[in-house]
T-cell receptor, first 110, second 115 residues
Framework: NAGVTQTPKFRVLKTGQSMTLLCAQD?????MYWYRQDPGMGLRLIHY???????AKGEVPDGYNVSRLKKQNFLLGLESAAPSQTSVYFC?????????FGPGTRLLVL | AQSVTQLDSHVSVSEGTPVLLRCNYS??????LFWYVQHPNKGLQLLLK??????LVKGINGFEAEFKKSETSFHLTKPSAHMSDAAEYFC?????????????FGRGTQLTVWP
């Protein structure tokens, strides 16, 4: 039982490039989330999903898109990366209130 | 609306002395409250949670927190700090008014433990 895993662990992008971050969970959780963590800001919700095939915007959705084609996977896409998207990205999943977090992806946009 | 205020951005203690990390919350509903810990370059780990049962909640690694409705507080304590407690701690409130149970994070408190 791996819990929540994230791929990749670290990535460097140039401004304007695109990429997809993958989150996978093996706990059969309905809810999945993407957060970004910036110094002194705590975690802020980007997008979330309440089930397969459904997604919704969180607190800071601009510049990101998501998809949940399979229950166990939640993808976060950056179509045209900007330096302001340099951050650590965390995925989480939950059955109810308690969320379980992945180890994070460090993204640097130059 | 839900929000969390962590009153200290940094706390420093000596090993073996008590730890107090302060958190105040605002919630339109009867809240669920959590403390998460993040060690350097790691993900977030749940320390403990309050969900309207006992007001004193015991968590992992000797931490506990007390829910005080009258003070809208949920402070985290530990009687004796250990070097391995050095980490960033997040107080979190859950939006129980929605089916999602969306979480609202405080900005974090960095705990330093001196030998």
């Amino acid at each position: 039982n791996a819990g929540v895993t994230q791929t990749p662990k670290f990535r460097v992008l140039k401004t304007g490039q695109s990429m997809t971050l993958l989150c996978a969970q093996d706990m059969n959780h309905e809810y999945m989330y993407w957060y970004r963590q910036d110094p002194g800001m705590g975690l802020r919700l980007i997008h979330y999903s309440v089930g397969e095939g459904t997604t919704a915007k969180g607190e800071v959705p601009d510049g990101y898109n998501v998809s949940r084609l399979k229950k166990q996977n939640f993808l976060l896409g950056l179509e045209s990366a900007a330096p302001s998207q340099t951050s650590v990205y965390f995925c989480a999943s939950s059955l109810s209130e308690t969320q379980y977090f992945g180890p994070g992806t460090r993204l640097l946009v130059l | 609306a839900q929000s969390v205020t962590q009153l200290d951005s940094h706390v420093s203690v000596s090993e073996g002395t008590p730890v107090l990390l302060r958190c105040n919350y605002s919630s339109s509903y009867s809240p669920s409250l959590f403390w998460y810990v993040q060690h350097p370059n790691k993900g977030l780990q749940l320390l403990l949670k309050y969900t309207s049962a006992a007001t004193l909640v015991k968590g992992i690694n000797g931490f506990e927190a007390e829910f005080k409705k009258s003070e809208t507080s949920f402070h985290l304590t530990k009687p004796s700090a250990h070097m391995s407690d050095a980490a960033e701690y997040f107080c979190v409130v859950s939006d129980r008014g929605s089916t999602l149970g969306r979480l609202y994070f405080g900005r974090g408190t960095q705990l330093t433990v001196w030998p």
